[in-house]
């Protein structure tokens, strides 16, 4: 156990529909990233909110969109739900921006 | 800039080694490694620092030629339980964000 928790683990939803996927990064982190996993491919960098301002930010499209609470736990949104969405979002978090990464269960997020 | 690996799969058998590498084309100030089985999170394994500190591991270990621009990630008497996917992820610097290769997929078989 990371100490990185995830909801939901699973979300069925319909293309065009709007999701939000939640992180509670481990106590005492202050960086939370956000990846995107499709099947059998790596882990696509989407987004990093440190102490609730982004810091840095990937090929996260513009239907998706990320922030970080004061309590530092993070939300990532997905909106305009396509098939190609389909996939695995890890959440990670970190003490500090360029430390070890400890990642989440995953939302497995299937678009119908 | 999205780090190289090599190779993408390998299969071993109980006992024997392996080497996974991983180079970018941009200056790098760290490297980090992760074990991925599947159906699972990425687990951290290491990290090496520019300047030669390294963190990680007990059983397995690393390199990091800042020159070259590249890391080798060394798995010594393999067992069954390293089966998964290795990722390097590298950091051009502090300010900046985890790029992860693509993954090498290992194998251990008895």
């Known amino acids: 156990d990371s100490g990185v928790t995830q909801t939901p683990k699973h979300l069925i939803t319909a293309t065009g529909q709007r999701v939000t996927l939640r992180c509670s990064p481990r106590?005492?982190?202050?960086?939370v990233y956000w990846y995107q996993q499709s099947l059998d491919q790596g882990l696509q960098f989407l987004i990093q909110?440190?102490?609730?301002?982004?810091?840095a930010k990937g090929n996260i499209l513009e239907r998706f969109s990320a922030q970080q609470f004061p309590d530092l736990h993070s939300e990532l949104n997905l909106s305009s739900l396509e098939l190609g969405d389909s996939a695995l979002y890890f959440c990670?978090?970190?003490?500090?921006?360029?430390?070890?990464?400890?990642f989440g269960p995953g939302t497995r997020l299937t678009v119908t | 800039q999205q780090p190289v690996q090599s190779p993408q799969a390998v299969i071993l058998r109980e006992g024997e080694d392996a080497v996974i590498n991983c180079s970018s084309s941009?200056?790098?100030?760290?490297v980090h490694w992760y074990r991925q089985k599947h159906g699972e999170a990425p687990v951290f394994l290491m990290i090496?620092?520019?300047?030669?500190e390294q963190k990680g591991h007990e059983k397995i270990s690393a390199s990091f030629n800042e020159k070259k621009q590249q890391s080798s990630l060394y798995l010594t008497a393999s067992q069954l339980s390293y089966s998964g996917t290795y990722f390097c992820?590298?950091?051009?610097?502090?300010?900046?964000?985890?790029?992860f290769g693509k993954g090498t997929k290992l194998s251990v078989k008895p």
């Open positions: 909110y440190y102490n609730g301002e982004e810091r």
């Open positions: 992820g590298t950091y051009g610097g502090s300010q900046g964000n985890l790029i």
């Open positions: 990670a978090s970190s003490v500090e921006g360029g430390g070890e990464q400890y």
């Open positions: 090496l620092l520019k300047g030669g």
């Open positions: 106590s005492g982190d202050l960086s």
């Open positions: 941009k200056a790098l100030y760290s």
